[in-house]
């Protein structure tokens, strides 16, 4: 399969800028919404899950044709919670109409890591909406109940080596689990909507017991009422993963550096971009002074 980026002449970075302050001012305006967390994590998860059903293998699924607006993809169990952060899209969709989906779910997400304070992410126009006929099968999303193998054969599929797979990870600085979305629970203590390393810091410095939880999951729960999933516990379980973690932890500017690079990655994954396509690097509204 091969997905060409469509170069569009008549927009520049204004237009787009436009629709990033749009999203960036809602996010500000909008800031009651699950306890004071905002929409910024749910919108760096929407972006996230519309580009990690990406398979190498034969360059199918990710962010290019936008299917995520598709029924099959958007109840997929794997993205339970996610339509708030749709529903929350759509009106700025209705605006600007000539943007495509799979262009507006990923430059959410980018919008949502740079509001809070996360690094610049170099963002790519060009993903053209494909029929439903194009949605990938529910399952391509991973599982939280497992160990280091999976997790790095996980990321394998997304081209993502160790180093990327760490610093993508780093996300869960952001956010919570809601049991009723995936089973799990927590952070008790308050969630963060600042992109930090301390996922990294917490993963070192907390004193971490297994715990079954309600639903029969297992995650890892610490006494200041942190927790994490399997998935986060394996990164210190495995030298290799241990050893970026660590650097992470320490250095705050090299996860954000490395985090930066992975996620543009991700978001483009399946992508083929022309000689010559624009790139762009959007200001933060404290930027702009709005
Ligand atoms: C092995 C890989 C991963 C697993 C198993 C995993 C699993 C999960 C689970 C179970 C939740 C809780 C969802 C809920 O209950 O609402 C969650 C939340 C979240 N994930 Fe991941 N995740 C993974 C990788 C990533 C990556 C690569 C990113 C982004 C780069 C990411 C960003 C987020 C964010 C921002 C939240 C918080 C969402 C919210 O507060 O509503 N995750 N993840
Ligand atoms: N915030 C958050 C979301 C998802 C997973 C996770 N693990 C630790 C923290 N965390």
Request: glycine share 8%.
């Amino acid at each position: 399969i091969v997905h060409i980026a469509a170069l569009n002449k008549d927009r520049k970075i204004d237009d787009y800028q436009r629709i990033y302050n749009k999203i960036a001012e809602k996010i500000r305006e909008e800031d009651e919404y699950d306890g004071y967390i905002g929409y910024g994590p749910i919108l760096v998860r929407l972006g996230w899950h519309s580009s990690g059903t990406y398979d190498k293998t034969n360059n199918s699924g990710g962010s290019y044709g936008g299917t995520y607006r598709f029924k099959l993809e958007s109840s997929d169990p794997s993205n339970n919670g996610l339509q708030n952060a749709a529903k929350f899209l759509d009106p700025i969709y209705k605006e600007f109409n000539w943007i495509s989906h799979g262009d507006l779910y990923t430059l959410g997400a980018v919008c949502a890591v740079q509001e809070a304070q996360g690094p610049k992410i170099p963002w790519r126009p060009g993903r053209v909406d494909l029929p439903e006929t194009e949605t990938p099968a529910n399952g391509r999303l991973p599982d939280a109940n497992n160990g280091a193998d999976y997790v790095r054969n996980f990321y394998a599929r997304l081209r993502m080596n160790d180093r990327e797979a760490v610093a993508l990870t780093g996300a869960h600085c952001l956010g919570r689990t809601h049991y009723k979305n995936s089973g799990f629970d927590g952070p008790w203590g308050a969630a963060s909507n600042s992109f930090t390393n301390e996922f990294f810091v917490n993963l070192l410095n907390e004193q971490w017991k297994l715990e079954k939880n309600k639903s029969g999951n297992y995650q890892y729960d610490s006494p200041k009422g942190y927790m994490m999933l399997k998935t986060d516990y394996a990164l210190i379980q495995d030298p290799s993963y241990l050893k970026i973690v660590k650097e992470f932890a320490n250095d705050e500017a090299s996860f954000f550096k490395e985090f930066a690079s992975s996620f543009q990655k991700l978001l483009e994954n399946g992508i083929d971009y022309p000689k010559g396509a624009p790139q762009y690097i959007f200001k933060t509204l404290d930027e702009q002074d709005i």
